[in-house]
T-cell receptor, first 111, second 112 residues
Framework: KQEVTQIPAALSVPEGENLVLNCSFTDSAIYNLQWFRQDPGKGLTSLLLIQSSQREQTSGRLNASLDKSSGRSTLYIAASQPGDSATYLCAVGSNDYKLSFGAGTTVTVRA | DVKVTQSSRYLVKRTGEKVFLECVQDMDHENMFWYRQDPGLGLRLIYFSYDVKMKEKGDIPEGYSVSREKKERFSLILESASTNQTSMYLC???????????FGSGTRLTVV
């Protein structure tokens, strides 16, 4: 069974600092890995999708890397803003239709 | 952009009631999913459907059923609501294979 771990559980940084969020998974036989953002009481918003054959994906200030062999992904958010405050979830897609989620990292960006 | 629409943001139901949660997607996706999210337990898969009229149990199907009569609509049914089914319910869809998931905005269900 795929186990997904996100470290740290919570992070507080001053505005402008770069954010580094870590995700690790136990089974390297993945289809893809997806990063989501969740605001309190809301649904999940997809940020980046990395296919198993890719090493990284970028969108604006966001960059996500994938190292399948070591079972790790990292989400970088450059020049953080207060609007980046949210919970970030890592999810690993496998060949059984299922998505395995980490518990999330709750980010607070202080103005 | 793909849209996944959940019909209700907030619902309050009484114990023993039959509850229907509706989810509609507008991009002809093959696969649809129902999750519930609880503090400390994360997201857990209840049921999923990989095609019309097809359904598979997820990790926590007890107390729930689903219906998928049309490709765009996936309904979650609580046959007899109980207080331990108070939760945030999230619907998702994807085309299939290695496609990414798109989630709806969630339904916060409270059973009293």
């Amino acid at each position: 069974k795929q186990e997904v771990t996100q470290i740290p559980a919570a992070l507080s940084v001053p505005e402008g600092e770069n954010l580094v969020l870590n995700c690790s998974f136990t089974d390297s036989a993945i289809y893809n890995l997806q990063w989501f953002r969740q605001d309190p009481g809301k649904g999940l918003t997809s940020l980046l999708l990395i296919q198993s054959s890719q090493r990284e994906q970028t969108s604006g200030r966001l960059n996500a890397s994938l190292d399948k062999s070591s079972g790790r992904s990292t989400l970088y958010i450059a020049a953080s803003q207060p609007g980046d405050s949210a919970t970030y979830l890592c999810a690993v897609g496998s060949n059984d239709y299922k998505l395995s989620f980490g518990a999330g990292t709750t980010v607070t960006v202080r103005a | 952009d793909v849209k996944v629409t959940q019909s209700s943001r907030y619902l309050v139901k009484r114990t023993g009631e039959k509850v229907f949660l509706e989810c509609v997607q507008d991009m002809d996706h093959e696969n649809m999913f129902w999750y519930r999210q609880d503090p400390g337990l994360g997201l857990r898969l209840i049921y999923f459907s990989y095609d019309v009229k097809m359904k598979e149990k997820g990790d926590i199907p007890e107390g729930y059923s689903v219906s998928r009569e049309k490709k765009e609509r996936f309904s979650l049914i609580l046959e007899s609501a109980s207080t331990n089914q108070t939760s945030m319910y999230l619907c998702a869809s994807r085309q299939g294979g290695a496609d990414g998931y798109t989630f709806g905005s969630g339904t916060r269900l409270t059973v009293v």
